[in-house]
């Protein structure tokens, strides 16, 4: 029978082990192998549990599941499948992780006076929120001149604004999204909770 099993292609082996398993049961709750409907199915029928565990023991049936499994965790230990973000909001977890892996752009529209008196998130941009309408509209030199980095994309996907709580940088992301920056986020925690989670002041 183990012969039988190594010489059917791994797809065969699954559809079928799960298939007699789903569709075929005695009236004992044990699988059966026929080809008559249940009411007429007689307690001689032949029992297919040792088929199933050869077809679930084979080494191509193993080695595919343990494909699939190891294939399920490494989604879930991946940062795609753990990016805490939607198409307006970028939350605090998710945007610990852009910005150590550096996929961020992000735009603090904060005060300048605001910035000198409680702090800055790593690598933020200061653009206050009176400026950003015609500092998105520079070109790109002029920007690179003014803020000394490189002007966002509008077809960038990681521009995220931020504020002190969160509503100027909606405000911020409508701004963005009239000019053109359709994927413009925000980070609504903003620097209330970001410098609770750091112990930072910020009343």
């Given amino acids: 029978m183990a012969n039988f099993v190594h010489r059917f292609p791994i797809r065969v082996i699954t559809k079928v082990s799960k298939r007699l398993q789903r569709n075929y049961y005695s009236n004992h709750g044990s699988p059966v192998l026929s080809c008559h409907p249940p009411h007429i199915q007689s307690h001689q029928m032949i029992n297919i549990n040792p088929l199933v565990k050869i077809l679930q023991t084979s080494p191509s049936y193993l080695a595919v599941k343990c494909a699939h499994q190891l294939q399920f965790i490494n989604f879930l230990s991946s940062d795609s499948a753990i990016l805490d973000e939607d198409d307006i909001n970028v939350y605090y977890d998710s945007l610990v ?14 005060e300048p006076a605001e910035l000198a008196e409680f702090g800055q998130i790593t690598n933020s941009v200061n653009i206050p929120l009176g400026d950003l309408a015609d500092a998105l509209k520079l070109p790109e030199d002029k ?3 003014k803020y000394q980095c490189s002007k966002p994309k509008s ?3 990681n521009i995220v604004f931020h504020c002190r709580s969160g509503k100027r940088s909606q405000t911020a992301v409508n701004i963005a999204k009239e000019i053109g920056y359709s994927k413009a986020r925000h980070f609504p925690g903003g620097w209330l909770q970001w410098a609770e989670k750091n112990n930072l002041p910020f009343a």
């Fill in 97 to 110: 992780k852009r910005i150590n892996s550096g996929d961020i752009q992000l735009i603090d529209v904060r």
């Fill in 143 to 145: 920007f690179q001149d």
């Fill in 155 to 157: 077809r960038d996907d």
